[in-house]
């Protein structure tokens, strides 16, 4: 009996995410994967839930989507130059970048934690491209503010080179070190970069996978989490002060790509199994989801 009702709760799942699943076939679907989300160092259970991401990944490419996967690794960055004796300086929630911090992002963004992401999609055969914004200036930035260091914020994404691998059925897996004049190498925020490039490829979604579970009402209460907010209520929570500190460029980004051409985007945590799938294909959602206008 109990085998019975598994099977058929199981078909129950299968039967919500079909209109789905129809809706979302073809479109773009941008994922920006945080370095909070990933595993630590020899953290077996985070490298599960890495395996668990990926998993969902492929089985989005299977369903006839087309994800695109930007990540982040702050606190892997932040590992490494305690490792090296190296103290790091943030203003307005932006790591100042001098050259030797530039070098720890490329080594840990683009040798280590893409290297990571793709390995675990590629597990399931070969769908994953691993890229970096300068390979193919497929970013390209420009400083922010000197104070700042090298740190760029996205001018313009060489979607020509995206389609390309899109088309192609390819998965791009991108860390977020941009280029500009002369070829210099610029650290860029991994959230406004997935915006650039969701807003860039006119995506339906753009999901952020962090390590809470959505915008509270009461930051420190998980009872109050908002599952929808049109982008106006979410500016004013943010000059409220409700959404603050690391969340403020999670948040900003939604709106600025929602109010960009990209119809919908999510806030979720990533630590969850099967976050991607049960925020995307079920009713009720798991995250919180931002839109133009008011539902």
Not at 101 to 120: C, P, Q, S, W, Y
Not at 169 to 195: K, M, R, S
Request: with cysteine; hydrophobic share 50%; aromatic share 4%.
């Amino acid at each position: 009996m109990t085998a019975h009702v598994d099977a058929a709760a199981k078909a129950a799942v299968l039967a919500e995410a079909l209109p789905y699943i129809r809706k979302f076939l073809g479109k773009v679907v941008v994922v920006k994967y945080g370095g909070n989300a990933l595993a630590a160092e020899g953290d077996a259970g985070g490298a599960d839930a890495l395996a668990s991401f990926a998993a969902d990944v492929v089985l989005m490419r299977s369903v006839g989507m087309r994800p695109v996967v930007v990540h982040g690794g702050g606190p892997q960055i932040g590992d490494l130059m305690a490792r090296l004796g190296l103290d790091p300086e943030f203003r307005d929630g932006l790591r100042v970048t001098d050259a030797a911090t530039l070098e720890v992002a490329r080594m840990v963004l683009v040798g280590k934690v893409n290297r990571d992401i793709v390995t675990a999609v590629n597990a399931h055969g070969p769908l994953a491209l691993g890229l970096s914004g300068e390979d193919g200036r497929l970013l390209v930035v420009k400083q922010r503010d000197p104070a700042l260091g090298f740190v760029g914020d996205v001018t313009a994404v060489n979607t020509e080179l995206l389609c390309g691998l899109l088309d192609q059925e390819l998965i791009p897996v991108i860390a977020t070190i941009g280029v500009g004049d002369g070829g210099q190498a610029f650290n860029v925020n991994a959230d406004t970069a997935a915006a650039a490039i969701a807003s860039s490829l006119a995506a339906e979604k753009l999901v952020y996978l962090t390590d809470v579970e959505g915008i509270r009402r009461d930051v420190d209460d998980p009872g109050t989490r908002i599952s929808v907010l049109s982008a106006d209520e979410a500016e004013s929570l943010i000059e409220a002060h409700i959404v603050s500190d690391g969340m403020v460029p999670k948040v900003r980004s939604c709106v600025d790509a929602v109010r960009d051409g990209v119809a919908v985007a999510h806030i979720l945590d990533g630590r969850v199994p099967q976050a991607l799938l049960l925020e995307l294909f079920t009713s009720e959602g798991i995250g919180t989801m931002i839109t133009e206008a008011p539902q």
